[in-house]
């Protein structure tokens, strides 16, 4: 028996761990010290179909279409949070597609249109966003860090914010110190966007798309509009921001500056290069064709 024993531990020694424990690395949970857990870009779609509820095939189609591309293209594991607004009833449309955290909280009751998204409040409202629940100096082990980050959003519409610029997603803390946040197009007819401290803009005349801001090291940042990048500039991070990450909104220092617009889709995550960001997007597009969102995608 102890012979028996003895070449049972000598064949796992060297076949290694089986399969079944690569979720964790190869180790147990509490039996292997400083083992990195490994994400698997597997399984997503069913199990956000199984929090999500009765669905019809359309949406249950594009759902499931989505989140298979998004494990194959390996960007599951790089995102903290994915909300599709864009969807068949406000709250199916509140839920994290990446997990159970994160889901979204409406305040100042943000109407809500089938497979569109939610509406922002009046120029520089104050009291109608989502709250993210999202707060990168308190999220445990995110994706998003303080030089690996991203935000993105999808605009449905064209209106002007108004005074104010109001933000399409992001947060401020310290008197704007620290700062993440997205406008797709300003007062000033650009794109401005800041990820973890530093500035980019660029000239834009719609506010209708999928806009991305990402922080791909100290020192620099770029802003992708519908998977291509539109501009890249020097701006040297700071400690990411201490707020919750709003969206139709931005969060500044605890009070809501709103945007008009109808918000289809937003994400929160670490740094997506060039690929990731046109895969990205044509995923994500191609679910807003699905379900009628878009008619075509950019």
Same mark, same amino acid.
Request: glycine share 14%; proline share 3%.
């Given at each position: ?15 290694? @761990? ?10 147990? @949970? ?15 779609? #069913?199990?956000? +179909?199984?929090?999500?509820?009765? +669905? ?6 594009? %759902? ?45 009751? @943000? ?11 009046? #120029? ?19 994706? %998003? ?11 449905? &519409? ?25 406008? @797709?197009?300003?007062?000033? #007819? ?10 980019? &803009? ?43 990450? %709003? ?52």
């Amino acid at each position: 028996m102890k012979r028996l024993a003895a070449l049972l531990l000598l064949a796992f020694a060297y076949l290694g @761990p089986t399969p079944a424990l690569a979720q964790f690395g190869g180790c147990l @949970p509490g039996l292997c010290a400083n083992k990195v857990v490994v994400c698997i870009n597997s399984g997503h779609a #069913a199990a956000f +179909l199984a929090r999500a509820g009765t +669905l019809d095939g359309t949406h249950t189609t594009a %759902y499931t279409n989505l989140l298979n591309s998004l494990d194959g293209h390996a960007l599951s594991c790089k995102l903290d949070m994915l909300h599709v607004y864009a969807t068949q009833n406000s709250t199916v449309a509140l839920l994290n597609l990446i997990s159970t955290n994160y889901a979204g909280t409406a305040h100042g009751s @943000p109407a809500f249109t089938s497979d569109l998204g939610f509406t922002g409040g009046s #120029a520089g409202n104050s009291t109608v966003y989502i709250d993210t629940g999202f707060n990168p100096s308190t999220a445990v082990s995110p994706n %998003y860090t303080q030089n690996s980050a991203h935000l993105s959003g999808y605009t449905m &519409t064209n209106a002007a914010p108004g005074f104010g610029d109001g933000g399409l997603i992001g947060a401020s803390s310290g008197a704007g110190s620290r700062s993440s946040f997205l406008v @797709p197009r300003s007062s000033a #007819a650009v794109f401005r966007l800041t990820i973890n401290g530093g500035v980019d &803009t660029f000239a834009q005349s719609t506010r209708i798309g999928h806009y991305l801001g990402n922080r791909e090291n100290v020192s620099s940042l770029t802003g992708y509009i519908n998977g291509s990048s539109v501009v890249t500039g020097a701006g040297a991070s700071g400690a990411a921001v201490q707020n919750n990450i %709003y969206t139709l909104s931005a969060n500044i220092d605890g009070t809501g500056n709103g945007d008009p617009n109808i918000v289809g889709m937003a994400s929160i995550g670490s740094s997506l290069n060039g690929t990731d960001n046109t895969n990205f997007h044509n995923d994500v597009c191609t679910y807003m064709l699905a379900v009628g969102a878009v008619g075509s995608c950019p």
